[in-house]
Each structure stands twice: as C-alpha cells, then as structure tokens.
C-alpha cells in the first residue's frame, strides 16, 4: 500500500479550493499576507479536507508538519532559524521574534503550495554589519571577586549582569565591556545555587 495516499489526496483537493492570499502588509519593498490574513483564509479549508498544522520551535529551527485528521499520515519539514542576523531598529529579541514569524509563513506556504506574498524575494532590509573596532575589556579583578563572594545574592546577580562581557557600558564616553574569568563566575553562580538550597 502506499504511504501517505490519503494526506496527498486532501493537500491537492485543499491547493484547488484554497485562493491567492495577498492582503497588502507592507515589508521593506514588498508586500505579503501576514499569519492572521493566512489563518483566516486557510484554517476553514483545512478542517474541511481533514488537514491540520502544526509549527515547534526546536532549538535552532522551526518543524512545520501538516497532518490528516482520519489517517494520521504526516508531511514534516525543518528550516533553521537565521543566526545573528540584525535589523534596522530591532533588538536581538525583535529580530528573533520577526525571523520565527517570517519562516513559519514561508514554510507553511511551501507545504501548502500556496502564494502569500507578491514579487518578492527574501522581505527584510539586514542592516549592514559595519566593521567596528572591538571594544576594550575591562577585567574583574580578585579584590572585586572576593567583594562579590561576600555579598547578598542580588549584588551576585547584578555583578554577573555587569562582568557578563556582552553587554556595552560607558564611561565618561568611552565605551567598553566587563568580562571575568570563568572560574569566577562558575563560583559566584554556584553561590547562587546554593543560597536557594538553604
């Protein structure tokens, strides 16, 4: 018997009911059918030819799968979620955020076989990454590593926040990271975990 007759048959029935959906939101130079426009157009047709979806965050990717209701025969996909990418005017949560939502409506409509956008290629504007000079690390040192062993625990978390060597602070203009070594921060966080034992 061949596998996945069924969902088959209903995908193809469903690519014949379902229309061009374009409704005109607007991206950097194009225009597209956002998720909400999508759902209202497809879900009826779906529930009427016995599909479902489904779209899970996995780590680094997002699994679309399209199931049949009756069968319980499926059509999964993977697609990876872009790393370190920057937008204009977004922060790194943002831009995360607007990456999931863009492949979960490009990798639907590709399972589904159907149009959502209109003349376009990849929508989003990546800012360009300009090739700034790496700041200046500034190092905890031990007198400030037995300080924070000795404090409260929201003094440990605040100095693991500050010596995080991410985050960009400024200093009368100049700015820089402050980082310490992984033995310190292992042993401050083990504090931690050990003050909410108690």
């Known amino acids: 018997m061949e596998k996945n007759t069924n969902i088959y048959k209903a995908l193809a029935d469903f690519q014949q009911e379902c229309p061009v959906i374009h409704k005109g939101t607007q991206g ?3 225009s597209y ?3 909400p426009a999508i759902f209202e157009i497809i879900n009826p047709l779906l529930k009427k030819n016995g599909l479902g979806f489904t779209q899970l965050v996995n780590g680094q990717h997002i699994e679309t799968i399209l199931f049949h209701i009756e069968s319980g025969e499926t059509i999964n996909s993977i697609t990876d979620i872009p790393q370190d990418v920057i937008l204009r005017g977004q922060n790194p949560y943002q831009t995360l955020g607007s990456a999931i939502t863009y492949i979960r409506r490009y990798a639907l409509s590709s399972m589904l076989g159907i149009v959502t956008d209109k003349d376009t290629d990849a929508g989003g504007e ?3 990454k300009e090739n700034k000079p790496e700041l200046p690390v500034k190092w905890m040192n ?3 590593f037995k300080k924070a ?3 409260d625990d929201e003094i440990i978390e605040k100095t ?3 010596y995080d060597g991410k985050t960009i602070h400024n200093d009368n203009g100049k700015e820089f990271k402050a980082s310490m070594k992984k033995a ?4 401050l966080q083990q504090i931690l ?6």
């Open 28 to 30: 950097y130079g194009y």
């Open 160 to 162: 693991l926040a500050y």
């Open 184 to 187: 310190y921060k292992k042993e």
């Open 193 to 198: 975990i050990e003050n909410k034992k108690i």
């Open 33 to 35: 059918a956002d998720l």
């Open 142 to 144: 031990e007198a400030q």
């Open 126 to 128: 990546e800012a360009k």
């Open 149 to 151: 062993k000795q404090s």
